[in-house]
């Protein structure tokens, strides 16, 4: 079976090829292939999170409250900006995936020859007669829809325009989480997995929009309400109150959406509960001591902080799109993309490239400590003559101490609760450079974790040319072409293998690495695609992406040797 996703071919087959798979009947027994599951901390973490929400948003909008009625009208109008503007903004996103997912618009006809083709047990269905052998069937499935079934639709979308309206989309995300967990555990087999595939959309669904949300809500209000503390020189129960909560509402996300992408690949281990919190941790500390140096510049130096910040923002656009990162499907989204993060990083690191990251992470961070201190020293300069120097001094050490235990927790996360196991001479030099260990970019499926670290997609293990009878699982493939590895002293935690029985289904792209979210989780007509292939299959697909090694670059290599 097969459907179109902007072009790209996917196809449910029964076998997966040898040359995807390199090794695997060799693998020592300890790797074996388990199902995850919605979990009881799974559950608690969502609630948490809807607590975290109604926190940040309910304290915003008392302490707007409360400066109108304290007639200080000014700062009711910025903390207001900030609460209204990032939330219409989620909204309307939420809704434009929403109207997508619930439509039949688009791809009616390949969901329908996709539906018939699984009942008819056919191994191969392909793109090019999709939509011709689906025209029949889908007016015949539309013709055949029950009136009661089209006041239950009408019904869903006055219920989910009355929730966007009144600005509660992640409210109904996240109970849709817990709603679709719970299924997953309490229905069967075949159904449990499907509703877990949905679990997982669902919450990279509220992950990306909540992390948007909290730094273009969050974020600026916490900078707002600590300049109008440091301008006052006084704190008031409620602003303390909402610039705790943002700070919390930004480690949160932060942790919660690096857990909600590692949960989401296969060829990437878990976070633990005990690594998220380090997490945040780490993330909280550093983002506070960060937005304590900008609130304090900004009450000195309103116009040169604007500067400061568009000259921050364009650097590290630039630094992120010199990075060529590939997370959309799109050119035009990539580079707006790219623009929000560069947003995200006047506030802190966040991973947008595949490969290592402790040389650019190092780089970032002494920027950002330069930066820290300069803004700091600058306003202790130039501060106002009310200001005492025990009062400066104090505020001064709480913009160290917060960027140092923030430092502290971020080397805790690296050096012992980071999934793939503490930094260890496995990696060389600055840049990282990790031997032996490599994952296998073509399979992607809830029921898999990453293959062993002797997997590799390309180029291929043995090349046609100079092998023999059979390939060598270790690497050796002659004399000239011969990889030491290196005995990895880096701890990992147990890693699992995917299966290779069953049907699969072959998307037609290059699988993005991480830290991207594959395909199938950011283009919404190949996930409803998949979906549909899911639900009609007889047994749980895989998803396979296409493999890096094609014809072409073996050519190529055999060329060269």
């Known amino acids: 079976m097969a459907a179109k996703s902007d072009g790209t071919a996917v196809s449910l087959q029964n076998d997966i090829p040898p040359a995807c798979l ?23 973490w969502t609630l948490c999170a809807l607590l975290v929400f109604f926190s940040d948003g309910a304290s915003d909008l008392w302490l707007a409250a409360d400066y109108y009625l304290r007639q200080n009208y000014l700062w009711f109008a910025l903390t207001l900006v900030f609460i209204i503007i990032p939330s219409v903004v989620v909204q309307v ?14 791809g009616s006809g390949t969901a329908a020859a996709a539906m ?85 959309f669902e919450n990279a669904d509220i992950s990306m929009l909540r992390l948007l949300e909290t730094f273009l809500k969050s974020a600026p209000q916490l900078v707002l309400q600590l300049s109008i503390m440091v301008q006052t020189s006084q704190v008031l129960p409620l602003q303390g109150l909402s610039a705790s909560a943002s700070l919390v509402s930004l480690g949160w996300m932060m942790a919660s959406y690096q857990k909600a992408l590692r949960d989401s690949r ?44 568009v000259a921050h923002w364009c650097a590290m656009t630039f630094w992120i799109i010199q990075g060529e990162t590939d997370f959309c499907m799109s050119k035009w989204e990539e580079i707006i993309y790219n623009m929000m993060v560069g947003i995200v990083y006047i506030f802190c690191w966040f991973s947008v ?12 961070s002494l920027i950002i400590l ?51 196991g503490p930094v260890s001479g496995a990696y060389i030099g600055c840049c990282d450079v990790q031997v032996g260990a490599v994952s296998d970019p073509c399979v992607s499926s809830p029921t898999s974790a990453p293959p062993p670290l002797d997997a590799v997609s390309s180029p291929p293990r043995t090349l046609q040319r ?13 004399d000239v072409f011969k990889m030491r590895t290196l005995k990895a002293s ?39 695609t998949i979906l549909v292939l899911e639900a009609a299959a007889p047994v749980t697909p895989r998803i396979q992406y296409r493999c890096l090694g094609t014809p072409k670059e073996v050519m190529e290599y055999e060329t060269t040797v």
């Open 22 to 44: 390199p090794g695997l009947e060799k693998r020592s027994p300890q790797w074996r292939s388990v199902w995850k599951e919605y979990s009881l901390l799974d559950c608690c």
């Open 93 to 106: 996103l939420s809704f434009r995936w929403l109207a997508y997912d619930y439509s039949d618009a688009n």
């Open 353 to 364: 490239r595949e490969g290592p990251t402790r040389c650019r992470l190092l780089l970032y």
């Open 490 to 528: 880096r701890t990992a935690a147990p890693r699992l293998i995917p299966r290779t029985e069953g049907p699969v289904i072959r998307i037609d792209l290059p699988r993005k690495q991480y830290p991207a979210w594959d395909a199938h989780f950011i283009d919404r007509r190949l996930r409803k």
């Open 116 to 200: 018939v083709a699984a009942s008819n047990a056919e191994s191969h269905f392909s793109t090019k007669d999709s939509d011709q052998r689906g025209a029949g069937r889908s007016a015949a499935v539309t013709g055949s829809r029950s009136s009661a079934e089209s006041c239950c639709r009408v019904c869903v979308w006055l219920f989910q325009s009355v929730v966007h309206v009144l600005q509660l989309a992640q409210v109904w995300r996240y109970v849709h989480v817990l709603y679709l967990g719970v299924q997953s555990r309490w229905r069967g087999d075949h159904e449990h997995k499907h509703f877990y595939w949905r679990t997982m």
């Open 370 to 420: 330069a930066e820290n201190v300069a803004l700091t020293a600058v306003w202790y300069i130039y501060r106002s003559q009310r200001t005492s120097d025990f009062y400066a001094v104090v505020v001064v050490c709480v913009v160290a101490c917060s960027y140092a235990l923030g430092t502290f927790f971020m080397f805790v996360y690296y050096c012992l609760l980071h999934p793939d």
């Open 266 to 309: 296969d060829d990437k281990l878990p976070m633990s509960y005990k690594a998220v919190v380090v997490n945040m941790l780490w993330h909280l500390f550093t983002v506070g001591a960060r937005a304590m140096a900008l609130a304090l510049f900004i009450s000195i130096f309103q116009l040169y902080f604007g500067i400061f910040i």
């Open 466 to 478: 100079t092998k023999g009878g059979e390939s060598v699982p270790g690497g050796d493939v002659g």
